[in-house]
């Protein structure tokens, strides 16, 4: 379970979310969705970390983001990020990231490689990949370690059909009474595509 209890952040004295109060039940999908600007994106960095709030706390599983724990545990996130190492191989990059929590082994890195059908090109350096390469890619790192929290900011951009078709499987077959699942999207058509709850910005900031 997330709880935001009180939440509010400032970006150069502009409010950005204010008094922000919202549970996010364990098992559940969601999805976050509102104009450009409304703070989704804000809204995902502090639920993982990346970002702190001005006020209030955010809690998970009883313990408070930010004080217990830096960064939301057993979490797969891709808010535009990573921003890989530029020189180095999508492999590279992988594996080393692989290497940080020691929580997946390289068959299981390779099988998500797979299938995302970026074999041809995980051994190319990330500074030539095109902008649905490294959305793939992103994924890739995100699902890999069989997270318990999947946070993705927009995780269809850039991909063309096949890479949707397959992310949408990937998301149906991510859901579990144990596993939460919070993301971003603006398209309606794949919105109703997936099972995720909807949260209005607006409603969560009114």
């Not at 209890?5 to 039940?25: E, G, M, P, R, W």
């Not at 969705?33 to 960095?45: C, R």
């Not at 797979?114 to 990330?126: E, G, Q």
């Not at 077959?173 to 603006?186: A, G, N």
């Amino acid at each position: 379970m997330i709880q935001l209890n009180h939440v509010t952040k400032s970006f150069k004295q502009v409010t950005i979310l204010s008094d922000v109060n919202y549970t996010f039940a364990e098992g559940e999908s969601y999805c976050l969705v509102g104009p450009n600007g409304s703070g989704k994106s804000v809204f995902l960095q502090l639920i993982t970390g990346l970002s702190q709030p001005d006020e209030g706390n955010i809690i998970v599983d009883d313990q408070v983001l930010g004080e217990d724990f830096d960064f939301l545990p057993e979490a797969g996130i891709s808010i535009n990020q990573p921003e890989f190492m530029q020189n180095w191989t999508g492999w590279e990059n992988l594996v080393f990231l692989a290497s940080l929590r020691k929580r997946v082994q390289t068959p299981e890195i390779r099988a998500w490689v797979s299938r995302f059908r970026m074999d041809k090109d995980i051994d190319r350096v990330y500074r030539v990949y095109s902008q649905g390469m490294r959305q793939k890619l992103r994924l890739i790192q995100a699902f890999m370690e069989n997270p318990r929290y999947l946070i993705l900011d927009e995780p269809f951009n850039a991909l063309d059909k096949k890479a949707i078709d397959i992310l949408l499987t990937c998301l149906a077959e991510f859901s579990s009474p144990d596993k939460t699942l919070i993301m971003t999207c603006h398209t309606q058509e794949l919105l109703e595509q997936t099972a995720c709850k909807i949260v209005e910005m607006e409603e969560l900031t009114s």
